[in-house]
């Protein structure tokens, strides 16, 4: 009975640190600093892995070289950079959207140099893991910091369904095809049908594709978790020729010149990409306009006036 008790007393530590790194991420050093390896799922993307662990999409597809709209297979492996962006030094409040990020001690033994990756002093990462000395034995796992983390679990929709129609007099073929892909807030998936002609129930064509503009919007404003946002009146100035990518230009007084803005129209229910190439002028065609948007955007903000109520966002 003793025996089993102290081994439970010896045990009781063990348990409780695996408790705490259940849902913990570690980290690996690279040239630029702490990585994650993220191991992809089914249905996953730059998107939505971006989105999880609150990384600018732009900064992932760089960092391992994949465009955009390449899909990513099953068990793949992805480095998740980490950076400002994500990483936090200071102690979460409960229930945040946060998990403790582990460093696993290799050939670099010395506290500072550990610190220095996740910018925080040398005291610090000595008083969060208990240290006492400047340097660590390989193999010891030390707490560097916590990450963002958006434990979200998207929903799943079927990937393909087949049906035929059994009515004697004529063969109806409706096929329904669904990619396997989570339905994130911002991205919508694409969605193929061939429906039956006498289906009271349809699907439409939800293709996303990302432009250009948006994929600066999103890269500037982190995936829309930093955004600034505006309502007022726009006002069309004329410009010569045609923008291409899917960015237009605008006037704007507080965004930055370079800052790509969201300008969405709730009338239609349409949106472009501009970027600020100036402060809105002065002039009477911009009296109290809060962004100026070149011509070519109009028809496809579905606007037939010289002016439109707009949302505006952008990075702040």
Do not use: C
């Not at 102290?6 to 980290?27: C, E, G, H, K, N």
């Not at 998107?47 to 793949?76: C, M, W």
């Not at 990937?159 to 994130?184: G, L, M, N, Y």
């Not at 990518?245 to 010149?257: E, L, Q, S």
């Amino acid at each position: 009975m003793l025996r089993i008790l102290i081994l439970a007393l010896l045990l009781f530590p063990f348990s409780q640190l695996l408790a705490q790194r259940a849902d913990s991420l570690f980290v690996k050093q690279s040239d630029a600093g702490w990585v994650i390896s993220h191991k992809v799922k089914a249905g996953e993307t730059i998107f939505t892995i971006a989105r999880r662990y609150h990384v600018p999409p732009k900064i992932l597809s760089d960092y391992n070289n994949i465009p955009f709209q390449q899909e990513l297979g099953s068990g793949r492996k992805v480095f998740v950079p980490v950076g400002a962006y994500n990483l936090q030094t200071a102690k979460p409040r409960i229930n945040s959207e946060v998990r403790p990020a582990y460093f696993k001690v290799g050939s670099e033994r010395s506290v500072a140099r550990i610190a220095r990756l996740s910018g925080v002093k040398p005291r610090t990462l000595q008083e969060w893991n208990n240290l006492e000395y400047w340097e660590v034995d390989p193999g010891k796992v030390l707490l560097v910091g916590w990450i963002l983390y958006d434990n979200t679990e998207l929903p799943m929709v079927k990937k393909h369904v087949e049906s035929q129609s059994k009515t004697p007099e004529v063969q109806r073929e409706s096929k329904i095809q669904v990619t396997q892909t989570p339905v994130a807030p911002q991205w919508r998936d694409t969605v193929y049908v061939n429906a039956d002609d006498t289906s009271t129930t349809g699907l439409v064509d939800s293709m996303h594709v990302v432009t250009e503009g948006e994929r600066l919007f999103l890269e500037q404003t982190f995936n829309e978790m930093s955004v600034a946002e505006e309502k007022g009146t726009a006002a069309f100035f004329k410009r010569s020729g045609i923008s291409n990518g899917g960015v237009y230009f605008a006037f704007h007084n507080t965004a930055k010149r370079g800052t790509i803005l969201k300008i969405h129209n709730p009338g239609t229910g349409q949106t472009v990409f501009a970027k600020v190439i100036g402060a809105v002028p002065t002039t009477a065609n911009f009296h109290n306009a809060v962004v100026g948007i070149s011509s070519d955007a109009r028809a496809e903000l579905g606007a037939f006036e010289s002016k439109a109520w707009v949302h505006v966002s952008y990075a702040p």
